[in-house]
């Protein structure tokens, strides 16, 4: 039966850490775990302040956070509309910097 010495069992157990820990990490093109967690709280207060709006147009916007810059993307039926929809998502905690690319849909 093969046995392992506890240096050998400390050793393996800290590589593990290591590269298991080092999978967390960010980097320039991916967020950390934590990161994520405060994107998506982000998200969340975002989306809750354009429902507070209380325009339903302004419901059916998509809404995403990248370490701290929220885009808001869909249709809205006014230049207004997107005017309060980036007021109402500036207005968040944490938000770094909101980027706006709602589209105003043609009148018919």
């Keep these: 039966m093969l046995k392992i010495s506890d240096l050998t069992r400390a050793l393996l157990v800290g590589i593990v ?61 006014s230049e207004e509309m997107k005017t309060r929809a980036g007021e109402a998502a500036s207005s968040v905690d944490d938000v770094e910097r909101v980027e706006n690319s709602l589209i105003v849909k043609p009148e018919a």
């Design 17 to 77: 850490l290591v590269f298991g820990l080092a999978g967390c990490a960010a980097t320039d093109t991916r967020e950390s775990v934590g990161e994520y967690a405060d994107d998506s709280v982000v998200t969340g207060k975002v989306k809750a302040a354009l429902a507070k709006e209380d325009v339903e147009s302004l419901l059916a916007i998509e809404v995403e956070t990248y370490r701290g810059v929220v885009q808001l993307s869909g249709f809205v039926d």
